[in-house]
């Protein structure tokens, strides 16, 4: 491991530029902040009444700070009544407003405890229309949304078991969901989870009728459907009613939790959080992980990172050229953190995503607990922070307010690239196959990039597998999964090298209404032609349906919207019954196939690049009987 110390010594440098604090003399916590070309979007919640805030008692307020960008404070403002109000987190609209979630316990808004806060504000911080929700129980607000059809999603927990949200108690605390227009008016409302404590966090609209909800579980049952550690990450799927269709876990066998996700523009997702579990955690105790995470199921590690002590991550952003912003806090001193001024530091760094390198990671604080929640490139190369700090002023050289304040720091960073050196192990490819029917056998299928089958094992449900990857091989690998009563997957997973790269391969027992992308079969521009990299995985789609005989599906065509207007429809229609003609020259009958053509109406990426473009010219699967 001498490697890790000659990587500390090249990443611990940078130049702090300048840092501001905002607050008072009690604590005063950074949970969202923003960046804009006017400035930064600070949002928290505070307990002060004196410095920067000018209110009474000793409760606490969400606080908004608007500052421009060398961080002179524009405006601030409180929102809250006689009680507590606390802020997990901050969305912005699109006319330049926000909406503020969280709690309170204030006699004149919640009904007995902590009820759901909703808080929508204008662009220059007056409030427009504020909603508390819940029962006699602890409910609360941990995320928002905004889904393609214009409305206010909003996610959390809800412990109360008298509240009309909350008809169907399913035991503990449960995962729960609200549905708003823009307006404040409530459009509906649902609860998932099992036995056990179940929230959501993240909300993801995938489609105009596909919405991921993301959080975390402990339950065995309900709802969840493949439990894997002491708390898992969980990701719920619901149609644009916030009606339930599947749900699956992803993690180890301790303790995960999201924090944030990012989506580029060909549609590929990432979830980044925390992990305690061995093999997903490999630095310490808790690492900094980043799951990319497949429309299909699959839940690959892409990233890990951090020392023998903590790392949380708190967030994550792509750079214009593609690589990843991280930041969060860390309590080590070894591993990729080389410095540790206190019990945690802020800590960030940046990771060349496509060559697998880093380009720096710095931690900044005191001796006390520093926290960031972003982290943005500004002006002349600098890079700026933004989160908490606890430490007193001296230890930062900055004067600070109290117990806690909001803090900025710009800094320039060394930003020296050192790749990951080649350990000389074996690359491997490792997971469970996690299966809802128990006592299942499925059948894993290897290829290259290109189709070519490399291999091929059978794996029992909820077992292990591992599969070194040849040493000549580059590139992405892709996975299929055959398991009978079950529905067919086809997995990617590009490996980073001399490493084990960890997968979870979930596959739902069959069911009307499933869907199965064909990511591989995809089409020129203006073109119904099956191009020749689409049959091997049209040879996966006719060995399923081979075995499963009683199966009836719909083929749904898409464009990608650069044809003329009149075609869209026609063309998508002859792209799925492209793929119907091929089924059927092998032996496969003609009735079991029902053809429809979308156009261009369901994007599951950003036409305005080629790529994006490339992944929206497909055909989808969906179930209709079984």
């Given at each position: 491991m001498s490697w890790l110390v000659l990587l500390g010594s090249l990443v611990i440098a940078q130049t702090v530029i300048r840092q501001r604090v905002y607050g008072g003399s009690a604590a005063d916590a950074m949970v969202k902040a923003y960046q804009d070309k006017s400035g930064y979007w600070l949002f928290g919640h505070t307990r002060s009444r004196d410095g920067l805030l000018k209110r009474n008692g000793y409760d606490a307020d969400l606080w908004v700070v608007r500052t421009d960008r060398s961080g002179e404070v524009l405006w601030?403002?409180?929102?809250?009544?006689?009680?507590?109000?606390?802020?997990?987190?901050?969305?912005?609209?699109?006319?330049?407003?926000?909406?503020?979630?969280?709690?309170?316990?204030?006699?004149?808004?919640?009904?007995?405890?902590?009820?759901?806060?909703?808080?929508?504000i204008d662009r220059l911080g007056k409030e427009r229309w504020k909603v508390a929700i819940g029962g006699d129980?602890?409910?609360?607000?941990?995320?928002?949304?905004?889904?393609?059809?214009?409305?206010?999603?909003?996610?959390?927990?809800?412990?109360?078991?008298?509240?009309?949200?909350?008809?169907k108690p399913y035991g503990g605390i449960d995962a729960w969901l609200l549905r708003f227009s823009l307006d404040g008016e409530l459009l509906g409302h649902a609860t998932f989870g099992g036995s056990g404590h179940d929230y959501l966090r993240l909300v993801i609209s995938l489609s105009p009728d596909s919405i991921w909800l993301i959080g975390g579980s402990d339950s065995p049952d309900g709802h969840i459907q493949n439990p894997l550690g002491r708390t898992d990450v969980w990701l719920v799927e619901v149609n644009r009613r916030?009606?339930?269709?599947?749900?699956?876990?992803?993690?180890?066998?301790?303790?995960?939790?999201?924090?944030?996700?990012?989506?580029?523009?060909?549609?590929?997702?990432?979830?980044?959080?925390?992990?305690?579990?061995?093999?997903?955690?490999?630095?310490?105790?808790?690492?900094?992980?980043?799951?990319?995470?497949?429309?299909?199921?699959l839940a690959e590690v892409a990233w890990s990172g951090g020392g023998s002590g903590d790392e949380g991550l708190n967030f994550l952003q792509l750079s214009e050229e593609g690589d990843w912003l991280i930041a969060g806090m860390s309590s080590s001193r070894d591993g990729l953190i080389r410095t540790l001024a206190?019990?945690?530091?802020?800590?960030?760094?940046?990771?060349?995503?496509?060559?697998?390198?880093?380009?720096?990671?710095?931690?900044?604080?005191?001796?006390?607990?520093?926290?960031?929640?972003?982290?943005?490139?500004?002006?002349?190369?600098?890079?700026?922070?933004?989160?908490?700090?606890?430490?007193?002023?001296?230890?930062?050289?900055?004067?600070?307010?109290?117990?806690?304040?909001?803090?900025?720091?710009?800094?320039?960073?060394?930003?020296?690239?050192?790749p990951f050196p080649e350990s000389g192990a074996p690359t491997l490819v490792v997971g469970y196959l996690l299966t809802e029917l128990k006592g299942a056998r499925g059948i894993l299928l290897f290829r290259n990039a290109e189709g070519t089958l490399l291999d091929s094992m059978e794996v029992e449900s909820q077992s292990l597998f591992y599969w070194q990857v040849p040493d000549t091989l580059k590139g992405m690998i892709r996975i299929s999964v055959h398991v009978p009563?079950?529905?067919?997957?086809?997995?990617?997973?590009?490996?980073?090298?001399?490493?084990?790269?960890?997968?979870?391969?979930?596959?739902?027992?069959l069911k009307p209404g499933l869907r199965i992308p064909l990511f591989h079969v995809t089409f020129e521009k203006g073109s119904a032609k099956l191009l020749p990299e689409a049959y091997p995985q049209l040879q996966e789609l006719e060995r399923f349906l081979w075995a499963h005989p009683r199966i009836r599906i719909e083929l749904a065509g898409h464009t990608d919207g650069t044809s003329l207007e009149e075609?869209?429809?026609?063309?998508?229609?002859?792209?799925?019954?492209?793929?119907?003609?091929?089924?059927?020259?092998?032996?496969?009958?003609?009735t079991r196939f029902s053809i429809v053509g979308h156009g261009k109406s369901r994007p599951i990426a950003d036409n305005a690049t080629p790529e994006g473009q490339r992944r929206n010219r497909r055909v989808e699967v969906r179930i209709l009987s079984y």
């Amino acid at each position: 491991m001498s490697w890790l110390v000659l990587l500390g010594s090249l990443v611990i440098a940078q130049t702090v530029i300048r840092q501001r604090v905002y607050g008072g003399s009690a604590a005063d916590a950074m949970v969202k902040a923003y960046q804009d070309k006017s400035g930064y979007w600070l949002f928290g919640h505070t307990r002060s009444r004196d410095g920067l805030l000018k209110r009474n008692g000793y409760d606490a307020d969400l606080w908004v700070v608007r500052t421009d960008r060398s961080g002179e404070v524009l405006w601030h403002t409180t929102y809250g009544a006689e009680g507590d109000e606390e802020l997990t987190d901050a969305l912005p609209l699109p006319d330049g407003g926000w909406v503020l979630v969280g709690w309170t316990d204030s006699k004149s808004l919640s009904r007995m405890k902590k009820d759901a806060l909703i808080v929508c504000i204008d662009r220059l911080g007056k409030e427009r229309w504020k909603v508390a929700i819940g029962g006699d129980g602890n409910d609360m607000a941990l995320g928002a949304g905004i889904h393609s059809d214009g409305t206010l999603w909003v996610v959390g927990q809800i412990g109360s078991v008298d509240s009309v949200f909350h008809p169907k108690p399913y035991g503990g605390i449960d995962a729960w969901l609200l549905r708003f227009s823009l307006d404040g008016e409530l459009l509906g409302h649902a609860t998932f989870g099992g036995s056990g404590h179940d929230y959501l966090r993240l909300v993801i609209s995938l489609s105009p009728d596909s919405i991921w909800l993301i959080g975390g579980s402990d339950s065995p049952d309900g709802h969840i459907q493949n439990p894997l550690g002491r708390t898992d990450v969980w990701l719920v799927e619901v149609n644009r009613r916030g009606e339930f269709r599947r749900s699956w876990n992803f993690g180890g066998s301790d303790f995960e939790e999201p924090y944030s996700w990012v989506r580029n523009a060909e549609g590929e997702i990432w979830v980044a959080g925390t992990s305690f579990s061995k093999g997903v955690a490999t630095y310490g105790r808790a690492d900094g992980v980043i799951w990319r995470v497949d429309p299909t199921g699959l839940a690959e590690v892409a990233w890990s990172g951090g020392g023998s002590g903590d790392e949380g991550l708190n967030f994550l952003q792509l750079s214009e050229e593609g690589d990843w912003l991280i930041a969060g806090m860390s309590s080590s001193r070894d591993g990729l953190i080389r410095t540790l001024a206190g019990l945690y530091d802020a800590w960030t760094l940046r990771w060349h995503r496509q060559a697998d390198s880093l380009a720096f990671c710095h931690t900044f604080g005191g001796k006390d607990v520093e926290s960031w929640v972003a982290v943005f490139p500004a002006e002349a190369g600098l890079y700026v922070g933004c989160g908490t700090t606890a430490s007193p002023g001296e230890q930062l050289g900055i004067r600070t307010y109290g117990n806690a304040d909001f803090w900025l720091v710009w800094w320039h960073p060394d930003t020296t690239s050192f790749p990951f050196p080649e350990s000389g192990a074996p690359t491997l490819v490792v997971g469970y196959l996690l299966t809802e029917l128990k006592g299942a056998r499925g059948i894993l299928l290897f290829r290259n990039a290109e189709g070519t089958l490399l291999d091929s094992m059978e794996v029992e449900s909820q077992s292990l597998f591992y599969w070194q990857v040849p040493d000549t091989l580059k590139g992405m690998i892709r996975i299929s999964v055959h398991v009978p009563g079950h529905l067919w997957k086809e997995f990617s997973i590009l490996p980073r090298k001399g490493r084990e790269n960890r997968i979870d391969l979930f596959v739902e027992k069959l069911k009307p209404g499933l869907r199965i992308p064909l990511f591989h079969v995809t089409f020129e521009k203006g073109s119904a032609k099956l191009l020749p990299e689409a049959y091997p995985q049209l040879q996966e789609l006719e060995r399923f349906l081979w075995a499963h005989p009683r199966i009836r599906i719909e083929l749904a065509g898409h464009t990608d919207g650069t044809s003329l207007e009149e075609s869209e429809i026609p063309l998508s229609r002859a792209r799925a019954q492209a793929v119907q003609a091929y089924l059927v020259s092998r032996g496969l009958p003609a009735t079991r196939f029902s053809i429809v053509g979308h156009g261009k109406s369901r994007p599951i990426a950003d036409n305005a690049t080629p790529e994006g473009q490339r992944r929206n010219r497909r055909v989808e699967v969906r179930i209709l009987s079984y």
